[in-house]
Protein backbone atom coordinates (compact mmCIF):
# COMPACT_ATOMS: atom_id res chain seq x y z
CA UNK A 1 0.00 0.00 0.00
CA UNK A 2 1.24 3.44 -0.78
CA UNK A 3 -1.12 5.54 1.06
CA UNK A 4 -2.27 4.52 4.48
CA UNK A 5 -6.23 4.25 4.85
CA UNK A 6 -6.01 7.05 7.41
CA UNK A 7 -4.81 9.28 4.89
CA UNK A 8 -7.03 8.72 2.26
CA UNK A 9 -10.01 6.33 1.79
CA UNK A 10 -10.71 6.78 5.97
CA UNK A 11 -10.60 10.27 5.71
CA UNK A 12 -12.86 10.45 2.91
CA UNK A 13 -15.69 8.22 4.79
CA UNK A 14 -15.00 10.78 7.99
CA UNK A 15 -16.10 13.38 5.11
CA UNK A 16 -19.12 11.90 3.85
CA UNK A 17 -20.53 11.03 7.01
CA UNK A 18 -20.62 14.70 8.24
CA UNK A 19 -21.59 15.73 4.56
CA UNK A 20 -24.55 12.67 4.08
CA UNK A 21 -25.25 11.79 8.11
CA UNK A 22 -27.25 8.73 7.68
CA UNK A 23 -28.65 9.63 4.44
CA UNK A 24 -25.51 7.93 3.16
CA UNK A 25 -25.26 4.79 1.26
CA UNK A 26 -21.66 4.53 1.09
CA UNK A 27 -19.95 0.96 1.93
CA UNK A 28 -16.35 1.41 2.54
CA UNK A 29 -14.27 -2.02 2.54
CA UNK A 30 -10.85 -1.78 4.49
CA UNK A 31 -8.46 -4.83 2.68
CA UNK A 32 -5.87 -5.90 5.39
CA UNK A 33 -2.60 -6.86 3.44
CA UNK A 34 -4.05 -5.31 0.25
CA UNK A 35 -1.45 -4.17 -2.70
CA UNK A 36 -3.06 -2.12 -5.36
CA UNK A 37 -0.37 -2.63 -7.43
CA UNK A 38 -0.24 -6.25 -9.08
CA UNK A 39 2.51 -6.38 -10.86
CA UNK A 40 4.48 -5.96 -7.50
CA UNK A 41 2.91 -9.15 -6.56
CA UNK A 42 5.75 -11.33 -8.10
CA UNK A 43 8.58 -9.24 -6.47
CA UNK A 44 10.64 -11.17 -3.77
CA UNK A 45 9.04 -10.03 -0.61
CA UNK A 46 5.79 -8.59 -1.63
CA UNK A 47 4.71 -12.03 -2.82
CA UNK A 48 4.33 -13.65 0.62
CA UNK A 49 2.90 -10.17 2.17
CA UNK A 50 0.37 -9.12 -0.11
CA UNK A 51 -2.93 -9.70 -1.69
CA UNK A 52 -4.02 -8.18 -4.92
CA UNK A 53 -7.07 -5.74 -4.03
CA UNK A 54 -7.97 -6.10 -7.83
CA UNK A 55 -9.70 -9.70 -6.48
CA UNK A 56 -11.91 -7.48 -4.21
CA UNK A 57 -12.28 -4.44 -7.28
CA UNK A 58 -14.00 -7.19 -9.17
CA UNK A 59 -16.61 -8.65 -5.82
CA UNK A 60 -17.34 -4.59 -5.46
CA UNK A 61 -18.54 -3.97 -8.78
CA UNK A 62 -20.19 -7.21 -8.73
CA UNK A 63 -22.09 -6.23 -5.77
CA UNK A 64 -22.67 -2.51 -6.92
CA UNK A 65 -24.12 -3.93 -10.22
CA UNK A 66 -26.62 -6.33 -8.18
CA UNK A 67 -27.61 -2.76 -6.41
CA UNK A 68 -28.15 -0.92 -9.07
CA UNK A 69 -30.15 -3.46 -11.53
CA UNK A 70 -31.75 -5.34 -8.90
CA UNK A 71 -32.02 -3.24 -5.89
CA UNK A 72 -30.25 -5.74 -3.74
CA UNK A 73 -28.41 -4.35 -0.47
CA UNK A 74 -25.26 -3.28 -0.52
CA UNK A 75 -22.73 -5.28 2.32
CA UNK A 76 -22.21 -2.87 5.33
CA UNK A 77 -18.55 -1.11 5.54
CA UNK A 78 -15.97 -3.47 6.95
CA UNK A 79 -12.20 -5.36 7.58
CA UNK A 80 -11.42 -7.82 5.65
CA UNK A 81 -9.19 -10.21 6.97
CA UNK A 82 -7.18 -11.36 4.07
CA UNK A 83 -4.17 -13.99 4.74
CA UNK A 84 -0.80 -13.39 3.16
CA UNK A 85 0.31 -16.37 1.37
CA UNK A 86 4.01 -16.42 3.57
CA UNK A 87 6.32 -19.22 2.17
CA UNK A 88 9.41 -18.39 1.06
CA UNK A 89 10.07 -14.41 -0.93
CA UNK A 90 10.05 -14.96 -4.09
CA UNK A 91 8.34 -18.13 -4.09
CA UNK A 92 4.94 -18.05 -2.56
CA UNK A 93 2.40 -20.50 -2.29
CA UNK A 94 -0.55 -19.73 -5.20
CA UNK A 95 -3.66 -17.43 -3.96
CA UNK A 96 -6.46 -19.47 -2.98
CA UNK A 97 -9.78 -18.56 -1.52
CA UNK A 98 -8.22 -19.53 2.28
CA UNK A 99 -6.64 -16.06 1.49
CA UNK A 100 -9.15 -14.02 0.04
CA UNK A 101 -12.17 -14.01 2.08
CA UNK A 102 -15.16 -12.59 0.35
CA UNK A 103 -16.75 -9.12 1.24
CA UNK A 104 -19.41 -10.69 3.93
CA UNK A 105 -23.10 -9.75 3.85
CA UNK A 106 -22.72 -9.56 7.74
CA UNK A 107 -19.58 -8.79 8.48
CA UNK A 108 -20.29 -8.78 12.69
CA UNK A 109 -17.12 -7.94 14.92
CA UNK A 110 -15.56 -6.58 11.42
CA UNK A 111 -18.18 -4.13 10.53
CA UNK A 112 -17.13 -0.41 10.35
CA UNK A 113 -18.94 1.88 12.51
CA UNK A 114 -18.92 5.90 11.12
CA UNK A 115 -20.98 8.80 12.93
CA UNK A 116 -20.47 12.24 12.54
CA UNK A 117 -16.94 12.27 11.32
CA UNK A 118 -15.69 9.58 13.79
CA UNK A 119 -14.28 6.41 12.25
CA UNK A 120 -14.49 3.16 14.27
CA UNK A 121 -12.44 0.47 12.93
CA UNK A 122 -11.70 -3.03 14.46
CA UNK A 123 -8.69 -3.83 14.78
Do not use: C
Not at 36 to 52: E, K
Not at 73 to 89: E, K, N
Amino acid sequence: MLTTHAHASRAYLAMNSITEGSKSQLAFYEVLNGQHFDAFLSVSGFDTRFIPVHYYNIQALNLMWNHLKGGAALPPSQVIRTVPRGGTAGAAPALTTANLPAISASPGSDAIQVEAGAVNVPK
